[in-house]
């Protein structure tokens, strides 16, 4: 199906991707994902950004609207600019919130995901009975409500990242003369995050659905959530837990659960890909996916597909944290996330390998990177992210096959293909 669909969009001319790297680059708002990645050599990079700018160009073109300046509306505000002006004391510190404000302000290489732009393209490709709304309520094809909508979630999860810069500072010694500037750093933080999550909520009200109320107030519970799921070590870097074995009483099905109810189980800690479903849906995939299901609401399409709508927003997120997770791996062996699907997946198969969390939990003692790299790529760890990269594609594929305008539907799948076969060249190398 994957393959089929691939080569329809190749024959069809919507796709025109060079045969190398396509480097995927964020746009001005692109927030989701929060794992570490660095950027390539400049030559690459500088062409592969350029394709990825021309698919994000097109997607704001279809739903009409520059997402690259969604965020632009909430943070340049008297209460924005002033905490702006207090960061300049923060030069020099190397708090992490100074990166994650360049990321707001002018992009970053290393966040890929556009929230806002996918909610839009997936209202967008649904489409709306426009004799259900006046002609003052819509306009390109997407409602105001779903706009504000889109807006909210992007927000939402940028708040929720500017609250993840706080700097672990019980250890006062450690920071030296630097541990009052860091201080100052993480009470900007708090009360930035806590303005945008506030704001957020404001304009929640304002859209007058108590639905769409209760299903995006969950997926913000999910994000909190997910930053405490599991093990983690003395600096709060999630470890992934302990192997339970090859047999498991039941795997982590997402598709079939209640999304406003707790989403899966401890139970799934320690099954390799089941956990990092898990993981991802927890701080990636519900907020997406419910963003994606709320504009569906707003739109009153039925509760169909108000379901293939998050389907397709839970599918992209998991897509797109794969791709996170190998470029990660395979282009920075010496730091990369210890929860990552190549990780993950290899640990399963050879539970041996959880020595050198184990070491690193118990003993203290710092993780060999390179060592574990090493062990990773000897093991038939390659040959199942292949599978399940192509699994999520597939799925992608399917369910945005069910919304009827063309535009926004191929947008959408050019953004799929587009970072599975940059992760499939990533492997490759």
């Given at each position: 199906m994957a393959a089929k669909k691939l080569n329809l969009l190749l024959t069809s001319g919507l796709m025109k991707f060079p045969k190398k790297i396509i480097k995927i680059d964020n746009s001005i708002h692109s927030l989701l994902g929060y794992r570490g990645y660095s950027n390539w050599e400049v030559?690459?990079?500088?062409?592969?950004e350029q394709d990825w700018r021309d698919v994000v160009s097109e997607a704001e073109q279809i739903v009409g609207y520059p997402t690259s300046f969604l965020n632009l509306r909430w943070l340049f505000n008297d209460e924005i600019a002033n905490t702006a002006i207090q960061l300049r004391k923060l030069v020099?510190?190397?708090?992490?919130?100074?990166?994650?404000?360049?990321?707001?302000?002018?992009?970053?290489?290393?966040?890929?995901?556009?929230?806002?732009?996918?909610?839009?393209?997936?209202?967008?490709?649904?489409?709306?009975?426009a004799s259900d709304f006046m002609r003052d309520q819509y306009d390109s094809g997407v409602l105001h409500s779903q706009r504000a909508l889109a807006e909210i979630v992007e927000m939402k999860r940028t708040g929720h990242l500017i609250h993840k810069t706080m700097v672990n500072l019980q250890e006062k010694q450690k920071h030296g003369d630097k541990y009052k500037d860091l201080l100052y750093g993480n009470?900007?933080?708090?009360?930035?995050?806590?303005y945008l999550l506030a704001t957020?909520?404001?304009?929640?009200?304002?859209?007058?659905?108590?639905?769409?109320?209760?299903?995006?107030?969950?997926?913000?519970?999910?994000?909190?959530?997910?930053?405490f799921f599991g093990e983690h070590d003395a600096a709060n870097n999630p470890l992934p837990t302990k192997p339970k074995g090859t047999h498991c009483s039941r795997h982590y099905?997402?598709?079939?659960?209640?999304?406003?109810?707790?989403?899966?189980?401890?139970?799934?800690?320690?099954?390799?890909k089941d956990e990092w479903k898990l993981r991802t849906m927890l701080t990636t995939g519900s907020i997406l996916g419910k963003g994606c299901q709320g504009v569906m609401k707003l739109a009153q399409r039925g509760e169909q597909m108000e379901r293939d709508a998050y389907m397709l927003g839970?599918?992209?997120?998991?897509?797109?944290?794969?791709?996170?997770?190998?470029?990660?791996?395979?282009?920075?062996?010496?730091?990369?996330?210890?929860?990552?699907?190549?990780?993950?997946?290899?640990?399963?198969?050879?539970?041996?390998?959880y020595g050198h969390i184990f070491e690193h939990r118990v003993e203290g003692v710092p993780v060999e990177y390179k060592q574990l790299y090493y062990a990773v790529r000897s093991t038939r760890a390659v040959d199942y992210l292949t599978l399940f990269l192509n699994e999520e594609f597939d799925a992608v594929m399917r369910y945005s096959d069910k919304f009827p305008v063309e535009d926004a539907r191929c947008s959408l799948q050019k953004m799929a293909t587009t970072i599975h076969t940059e992760a499939l060249e990533y492997m490759e190398k």
């Amino acid at each position: 199906m994957a393959a089929k669909k691939l080569n329809l969009l190749l024959t069809s001319g919507l796709m025109k991707f060079p045969k190398k790297i396509i480097k995927i680059d964020n746009s001005i708002h692109s927030l989701l994902g929060y794992r570490g990645y660095s950027n390539w050599e400049v030559g690459i990079g500088t062409r592969q950004e350029q394709d990825w700018r021309d698919v994000v160009s097109e997607a704001e073109q279809i739903v009409g609207y520059p997402t690259s300046f969604l965020n632009l509306r909430w943070l340049f505000n008297d209460e924005i600019a002033n905490t702006a002006i207090q960061l300049r004391k923060l030069v020099g510190t190397n708090h992490p919130l100074l990166k994650s404000a360049k990321n707001l302000l002018i992009g970053s290489k290393s966040n890929l995901q556009s929230v806002g732009l996918i909610v839009l393209l997936v209202s967008k490709a649904a489409g709306f009975n426009a004799s259900d709304f006046m002609r003052d309520q819509y306009d390109s094809g997407v409602l105001h409500s779903q706009r504000a909508l889109a807006e909210i979630v992007e927000m939402k999860r940028t708040g929720h990242l500017i609250h993840k810069t706080m700097v672990n500072l019980q250890e006062k010694q450690k920071h030296g003369d630097k541990y009052k500037d860091l201080l100052y750093g993480n009470k900007i933080v708090l009360l930035t995050g806590d303005y945008l999550l506030a704001t957020c909520l404001q304009n929640l009200g304002g859209l007058r659905n108590n639905a769409v109320t209760e299903l995006i107030s969950s997926g913000l519970r999910d994000l909190v959530e997910g930053d405490f799921f599991g093990e983690h070590d003395a600096a709060n870097n999630p470890l992934p837990t302990k192997p339970k074995g090859t047999h498991c009483s039941r795997h982590y099905e997402w598709e079939t659960e209640d999304n406003l109810n707790k989403l899966g189980s401890n139970e799934f800690l320690g099954q390799g890909k089941d956990e990092w479903k898990l993981r991802t849906m927890l701080t990636t995939g519900s907020i997406l996916g419910k963003g994606c299901q709320g504009v569906m609401k707003l739109a009153q399409r039925g509760e169909q597909m108000e379901r293939d709508a998050y389907m397709l927003g839970g599918h992209l997120a998991l897509l797109w944290q794969l791709h996170l997770d190998v470029k990660d791996f395979f282009t920075h062996p010496y730091s990369y996330s210890l929860v990552g699907a190549p990780v993950m997946l290899a640990m399963w198969e050879y539970p041996q390998l959880y020595g050198h969390i184990f070491e690193h939990r118990v003993e203290g003692v710092p993780v060999e990177y390179k060592q574990l790299y090493y062990a990773v790529r000897s093991t038939r760890a390659v040959d199942y992210l292949t599978l399940f990269l192509n699994e999520e594609f597939d799925a992608v594929m399917r369910y945005s096959d069910k919304f009827p305008v063309e535009d926004a539907r191929c947008s959408l799948q050019k953004m799929a293909t587009t970072i599975h076969t940059e992760a499939l060249e990533y492997m490759e190398k």
